[in-house]
């Protein structure tokens, strides 16, 4: 059953967008050579308290952070660590945090210092992966045309879509119903309705998709060492156009 908010848990959950997006733009001041993902995530929680947010992975299964700090090859999931981000890193920060008990999921990629033209590309290509999946969140449409969407500009581009995590409804819960795959055929699934809310979150591979979970049980890597891609961001579908409540100026 996927659950429908009323205008109440909507609203909370805008607050929490906004609220995790302003976070987003602080941030890149703080994704700079020479930092640990560790201090990053020290200010994201700083961040979260001074808000009034409540980190929904701290705790998650046994997972001790505010923040999932994903580096190069790292998909998602990365432990901030007293690791140091360097110049020419391609860096994927995660935040899933609640307001008033509803919660805001979103992810964004970073470069510190120059990007080489690879990690530009492969971050441009999620970020249009997950507009294309955003602009099929539509009330009427079916499920998987969301993940139709982002397979084809992803593959397009000849980059591959990583089939081991998914997206997801969001709501009170930082996981509800439903799973919501990067990959597939379209027209198939429940049909969207306004109301539900999703975190939309295309993986991306400059190689091969498949992938692995590391040794610290958490960190997912590509199996090929290729970079990695990962973008989210949390979506309202309603009678119209679907609303990004992770945005600040939502378009
Ligand atoms: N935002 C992530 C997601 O949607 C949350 C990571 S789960 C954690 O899956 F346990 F690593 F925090
Ligand atoms: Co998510």
Known sequence: MIPIKNK??????????LLVAEIFELL???????????EINALIEKELQKRNLVS???????????????????VVHGMPSERIVKDGDLVKVDICASWKGYC??????????SPS????????????????????????????????????????????????????????QMHEDP????????????????????AIEPMITQGNYA??????????????KSLAAHVEDTVLITEHEPLILTKINPS
Not at 28 to 38: E, N, S, W, Y
């Open 56 to 74: 929904s992975t701290k705790g998650y299964k046994g997972y001790k952070f505010a923040s999932c700090i994903s580096i190069n090859d790292e």
């Open 104 to 113: 805001a999921d979103s992810a964004r990629c970073f470069f510190v210092g």
């Open 179 to 198: 799973e919501i795959l990067n990959y597939g055929k379209p027209g198939k699934g429940p049909v969207l309705r306004p109301g539900m809310t999703f």
């Open 117 to 172: 033209a690879i990690a530009l590309k492969l971050a441009q290509v999620a970020r249009e992966a997950l507009d294309k999946g955003i602009a099929q969140a539509k009330a009427g449409n079916k499920l998987t045309d969301i993940s139709a969407a982002i397979q084809a500009e992803v593959e397009t581009h000849g980059f591959g879509v990583v089939r081991d995590f998914a997206g997801h409804g969001i709501g009170k």
């Open 211 to 224: 992938v692995y979970v590391a040794q610290d049980g958490w960190t997912v890597r590509t199996k090929d």
């Open 8 to 17: 109440m848990a909507i609203q909370k959950m805008q607050t929490a967008g």
């Open 28 to 38: 890149k001041q703080h994704v700079v050579a020479g930092k640990t993902t560790f």
